[in-house]
């Protein structure tokens, strides 16, 4: 199925690399645990890392890069951790969180993916602190579907679509933001959408900084659009 599967708790020492495989690079299911460091997941045929079940492994200074779909996918109420992770030319999003999936992003890297850089959907909450979202092909953070993740501190730039899009009802946070010099609109919201930003900037976007229709609403304080 893929390189390495955890399950029912388990925990144990996993690869330092896992690349090239007909699967997923890592697939942990079912309340699996472990800690990855310093890894290269690369070239995978599914998702580089797959987190779903209640699974909540922990990933440090790994590169999740070349993937032939998503860099990692987060479903089912898996809640990994990654900190200091690159996600980098994997020709779908970097990362897609869904079904309820709620994990934690510190001072990682999504760059040059074939779509999305991270998007959250299907009722997907979670953290991204201190990122970096740059360079991919489609809209950089997406968030769909009644999401409501928290994105503190990070910086969305020199993406090829969109900064941000908000539709679905959801309800992300985002606090000392900045999303800016990107070749679309800097943030879209539609269809009831109800983001809350406070002390964000939002500038240089090629097609304007904020656009809201559809019975899309918000929360806005302090920061600057321009």
């Known amino acids: 199925k893929g390189w390495l599967s955890y399950g029912r708790g388990a925990r144990g020492p996993p690869p330092r690399r896992a690349a090239a495989g007909r699967g997923a690079g890592v697939e942990i299911a079912d309340k699996g645990q472990g800690r990855f460091a310093e890894c290269d ?8 890392v797959i987190v779903r079940e209640g699974s909540e492994p922990e990933f440090a200074h790994c590169r999740v890069r070349d993937g032939r779909t998503e860099g990692v996918i987060v479903s089912h109420f898996g809640q990994p951790r990654f900190e200091d992770c690159e996600f980098s030319a994997n020709s ?7 079904e309820q999936g709620s994990p934690t992003f510190e001072r990682c890297q999504f760059t ?13 909450g979670g953290l991204l602190r201190a990122c970096e979202i740059s360079g991919n092909a489609g809209v950089a953070l997406s ?42 609109t800097g943030i879209v919201c539609v269809d009831g959408a109800a983001p809350r930003l406070t002390d964000c900037e939002i500038s240089r976007n090629s097609a304007g900084g904020i656009v809201t ?6 929360r806005w304080e302090g920061g600057r659009v321009e």
Request: hydrophobic letters at 40%; aromatic letters at 2%; charged letters at 10%.
């Open 41 to 48: 997941i690369s070239g995978n045929a599914e998702a580089g």
């Open 92 to 98: 779908a999003a970097g990362a897609r969180i869904d």
């Open 112 to 124: 040059g993916g074939g779509s999305a850089g991270v998007a959250f959907t299907a009722k997907a």
């Open 143 to 184: 968030v769909s579907n009644m999401s409501a993740p928290e994105i503190e501190g990070t910086t969305v730039s020199l993406n090829m679509g969109n900064g941000m899009v908000i539709d679905g009802a959801s309800q992300p946070a985002l606090t000392g933001c900045t999303i800016a010099d990107n070749s679309g």
């Open 213 to 218: 229709s559809g019975g899309a609403q918000g």
